[in-house]
């Protein structure tokens, strides 16, 4: 079992930046990946970034490609998404998900555990 926990959401101005964290625990392997998702009021669940829980390899949706940073700090077992320039567009509850996975980076249903979810809100 794996637990994730999501914490940092708020609300900030356009233009304004917020970070998010996933703390994880439970039985964690090496080949875990950590992704977010987001789901805005009406729409589907979009998602938003993934890296390994080992390694170096990150993916990002091309809607926050160059805004968004993902990142991982293993001594706290936390994964990390720094958000700038920040659009009323990205308003939304933001998860993150964890699963065990080869090649690659998921992006979608693939995800096992999910946390419970952060609001972001982003005024213009």
């Known amino acids: 079992q794996v637990q994730l926990v999501e914490s940092g959401g708020g609300l900030v101005q356009a233009g304004g930046s917020l970070r998010l964290s996933c703390a994880a625990s439970?039985?964690?392997?090496?080949?875990?990946?950590i992704g977010w998702f987001r789901q805005a009021p009406g729409k589907e669940r979009e998602f938003v970034a993934a890296?390994?829980?080992?390694?170096?390899?990150?993916r990002y949706a091309d809607s926050v490609k160059g805004r968004f940073t993902n990142s991982r700090d293993s001594a706290k077992n936390t994964v990390n998404l720094q958000m700038n320039s920040l659009k009323p567009e990205d308003t939304a509850v933001y998860y993150c998900a964890g699963v065990r996975w080869g090649l690659g980076l998921p992006a979608g249903d693939e995800y096992d555990y999910w946390g419970r979810g952060t609001q972001v809100t982003v005024s213009s």
């Open positions: 890296i390994r829980w080992i390694g170096s390899c990150i």
């Open positions: 439970g039985r964690i392997f090496s080949d875990y990946v």
